[in-house]
């Protein structure tokens, strides 16, 4: 998939900011596509961006209209329709997260057709996927990994690529979840990958390179997690990762989701991580670790980053209030 930017943020009717979570995510990282956004009279969520109508859209440039709302059962409701296929005739391509596929709708399907444009149905991939080869290629690879799932690996990558281009590095953002790819432009959601083909979408993702050049992966669930290490596991042996990052979350007690499982140890899931990745590629480290203490003040999140530190031996950083700086130190 390759998205086109700039980008109108469709929020609709959406009831609160939690709803417009996609749309937030796209327009924290990447405000300079992020032209406006398009809400119906009420709608309970602002990502702080103008206001547009479409024709106010069309004349800013314009070029996709991004469904950045994640509502219940992941539907097209039917009064967003109207607006979707003006779009389309206005010239805009559509893109979506939803599980209810834009390409599964008649009308839209064939108002795209009669206009020339191009539906995004981000969560579902289209292309063809070899079987993974694991062969070693040329480029660098850093992969976020998790202790749980929703613990900021996305976050985390993005820092990370940040901090990379800060510095002048050659580095991509390879988006693997469809917020991601809004970010990125393009990618594969891997969760909707047939799981004999994960392994081989993400070395397709993350090709060889110039030697200097980095890929940051954006991870996806967790090896530890009794419904996605699936997904975990096909990354991170199709990203043969160089580095990992450890990504966790602070004062949780129970895997997301599994009330029955409690949090596994950090030195666990680096242990098991690195064996894993070692399979693909010998030298594959975890080089930090990035927690999410959004519940902790500052004082408290400081000292439980210094504990985790000297626990492990390793940078332990908050990605977003501390950026990734002492992540891509720790590369070499």
């Not at 064939?110 to 292309?127: I, M, Y």
């Not at 003040?297 to 390793?314: C, F, K, N, S």
Request: glycine fraction near 10%.
């Amino acid at each position: 998939m390759k998205i086109q930017a700039p980008y109108l943020m469709f929020l609709g009717d959406a009831p609160d900011q939690l709803a417009a979570k996609v749309a937030n995510g796209v327009a924290k990282w990447r405000p300079d596509w992020c032209l406006g956004q398009l809400r119906f009279d009420g709608c309970g969520a602002d990502l702080g961006l103008t206001d547009m109508s479409l024709e106010e859209a069309k004349a800013a440039g314009v070029k996709t209209l991004v469904i950045g709302v994640a509502n219940r059962g992941g539907v097209i409701p039917d009064h967003w329709k109207a607006s979707l296929l003006d779009a389309l005739e206005m010239g805009f391509d559509l893109a979506s997260g939803l599980h209810n596929k834009l390409a599964d709708i008649p009308e839209i399907v064939e108002k795209a057709k009669a206009n020339g444009r191009q539906l995004f149905d981000v969560r579902h991939p289209t292309g063809n996927f070899d079987v993974a080869k694991g062969s070693k290629r040329p480029g660098k690879r850093l992969l976020a990994v998790g202790t749980d799932c929703s613990v900021g690996k996305m976050f985390t990558a993005l820092a990370v690529e940040a901090e990379m281009k800060k510095r002048g590095m050659k580095c991509s953002f390879r988006a693997t979840g469809q917020t991601g790819i809004f970010i990125a432009g393009d990618g594969v959601s891997v969760d909707a990958v047939i799981s004999d083909f994960i392994s081989g979408a993400t070395e397709q993702i993350t090709p060889a390179n110039d030697a200097d050049h980095w890929d940051v992966v954006e991870g996806q669930g967790s090896l530890f997690h009794a419904s996605f290490a699936g997904v975990s596991l096909g990354l991170l042996h199709g990203s043969q990762p160089d580095a990992l990052v450890m990504c966790h979350v602070a004062e949780r007690d129970h895997m997301r989701g599994l009330p029955d499982f409690p949090l596994p140890s950090i030195q666990d899931c680096i242990e098991v991580n690195e064996r894993m990745g070692r399979m693909v590629n010998p030298d594959c480290r975890v080089i930090g670790i990035s927690v999410n203490t959004s519940m902790l003040d500052d004082a408290a999140a400081d000292e439980y980053l210094a504990g985790l530190e000297a626990e492990t031996g390793l940078p332990c950083v908050d990605a977003y209030r501390h950026g990734a700086a002492r992540l891509v130190d720790a590369l070499g």
